[in-house]
């Protein structure tokens, strides 16, 4: 129902109200907005997810009612605003039922053949049903009403235009038929002589339009529950270390980077940080998704939310406020939750026809039954072209895709699975290929030196040299070495004249002396002879390490071996997508002979090595350009290129922030076993949107010609108004319901 493309008349109010949802939309999160107490909640639209306000209200393109996003606010706000909006409907409701039932026994019992029931005339009856009708149509139906109106003035026609033609239609016809009767011709008299009255479907239409709304409210509140879940489990305060050692505990937003936090057994980390002391266990199932608590020893991050199970930990702070794991996760699926799938432009292009055809067939089903339906004429063709109006209500067509969408990500969020967009998990369930990285996809990413040989000075002073110089690189192997450095106490020199070239090596000056670290066709293209260092580095590399030379001077100085641990999920992740018939490529800047023990190792068919990052994203063209839909998962500021050009970016949580910026979906665990499950859930999600898509075309489909009338020449059925607006309350009812069975999927 995306503005009803063909209302390009929309008032500049319309256009300046997009104006300002579109910056407001793409504005970042803020300190204060994210996971900071007192924070304002924001609300969307379900259809219509560009639109964006800190308060409820209704959508300015559909007039719906606006949803809160998952997790814009912890201080409560968001979730007592939506209770209140369910309040509120519960009472009209409740209101409505109350005196929708005695008008329509009033009214329907002389079809019994009791012509006076209670001892009601003709005209009495009528004052009866203006004043039981009255409150149902004005109050009980105000927000339909007040959308009807909204939908009129901005020319934006929706689904609330057909209710409230009919309603309204309905209403002042009957209230004309009880003040003055007199106006009526005698073809629109019954044999006594009084103006048939619609009060009563009126009335249980908007109650049950009501009753729609009620429903769909209290089930769209719980699409975002996986993230509410998260977020009620961020501590308020943290236990800090003075610099006396002295504990003490403070708010949680009074937390800085760099403070001591100690966290207790038992207790919730309060931010993301690196344990300084102590070993412990962690449940982190609540970022993850992993049952089993995993253990923490110093130089280990953990994450804030996350609940420490064992022994006492103190960490530093790293990240606090907006800049947590939980409040990223929060901002990218609010984000996302207002992205639409391309699989939304098919519903998008038929609603926007879809009400004007709705209208013209209600004016063609009147003027039918006026001219050739049998007596009473305008009785048939004004019941009929209201049951036309209010079962061709559109809301199951514009629901179908964005509440399984937004449902679909907040699953993943629980999973430890984050969507960028909606785009990503309608692209998932076509990916046949998967291009992976090595250092931090495939392994842990935490590079160790194993081997070092050197000649013609003493291996200490060499070591200092190469950490000297790798200190300033941001690579993993370089972190090993200077670990390396470190772990023997090593002094590292001053550095000058540094530079990288990025996927080869660095050069610097160190003490007058030029020295080069990096690959062999790095030192290669400086002119040093590496010879002599040959066989050794092709025995390393068979063994799986990564090899580092290094010169002083222009000559060869001696070689260094680096390995990174394969992760212990990644052979399962590998047997699993394969036996799924995806394809696997191995793509890394690691030498041929590293990279191929590697594969056997894990079973990977195809690896593209000694691959420069520039030329990462290329590889990835190549693939696409023989028909194969790729999705590329890596963790690096290397990867982002491919992460970008791939059909779906996959970037592992523990890797840069580029690469989860660069990325449509991030596994928050650094786990390839989540790429399985990102399929699941994306064919799983498509699978739901059509059949959602099915019935809600299928129902209007159905449900038109039946309004109209079609089945009463054959078997004088006629559809009444009021059935039609069960109907269609029902149908929006049922795609939000079966939307949410993605909720009981197993991930």
Partial sequence: MNQYAKNSGSSQQHEQHSDHTRQHAGSAPSSSSVLTTGAAPQWTCPMHPEIVRDAPGDCTICGMALVPIAGSGLSGGEGEAHDSELRDLAWRLKAGVALSIPLVLVAMVPMLGIHEPFGLGPRSRGWVEFLLGTPVVWWVGWPILRRFWFSLVHRALNMYTLIGLGVVFAYLFSLAAVFTPGMFPQEFRAHDGSVGTYFEAAAVIMTLVILGEYLQTRAMGQTSRAIQQLLELAPNHAWRLGDDG?????????????????VKPGEKIPVDGTVLEGTSRVDESMITGEPMPVPKAPGDTVTGATINSGGSLILRAERVGAETLLARIVHMVGEAQRTRAPIQRLADVIAAYFVQIVIAIAVITA??????????????????????????????????????????????????????????????????????????????????????DVESMEEDEALALVAGVEKLSEHPIAHAIVEAAKSRSLKLPAVENFEAINGLGVRADINGKRVLVGSLNFLMQHGVDTQAWHQRAEAWRAEAKTVVFFAVNEIAAGIAAVADPVKESTPEAIAVLKQSGVRIVMLTGDSRRTAAAIARYLGIDEVLAEVLPADKADHVKRLQAEGRKVAMAGDGINDAPALAQADVGIAMGTGTDVAMESAGVTLVKGDLRGIERVVTLSRATMRNIRQNLVFAFGYNAFGIPLAAGVLYPAFGLLLSPMFAGAAMAMSSVSVVTNALRLNRLKL
Avoid: H
């Avoid at 002295?246 to 100690?262: C, I, K, M």
């Avoid at 109006?389 to 559109?394: D, F, R, S, V």
């Fill in 246 to 262: 002295t504990e003490e505990q403070v708010p949680l937003e009074t937390v800085t980077v760099g403070d001591q936090l100690r």
């Fill in 367 to 452: 003027l039918a039954w006026w001219f050739v339906g049998p007596e009473p004429r305008f009785t048939y063709a004004f019941i009929n072209a209201i049951a036309v109006l209010i079962i061709a209500c559109p809301c199951a067509v514009g629901l179908a895709t964005p509440i399984s969408m937004t449902v679909a990500m907040g699953q993943g969020a629980g999973a430890g699975i984050l969507f960028r967009n909606a785009e990503a998990i309608e692209r998932m369930r076509e990916i046949d290929t998967v291009v992976v990285d090595k250092t931090g996809t495939l392994t842990l990413g935490r590079p160790a030196l194993t081997d070092f």
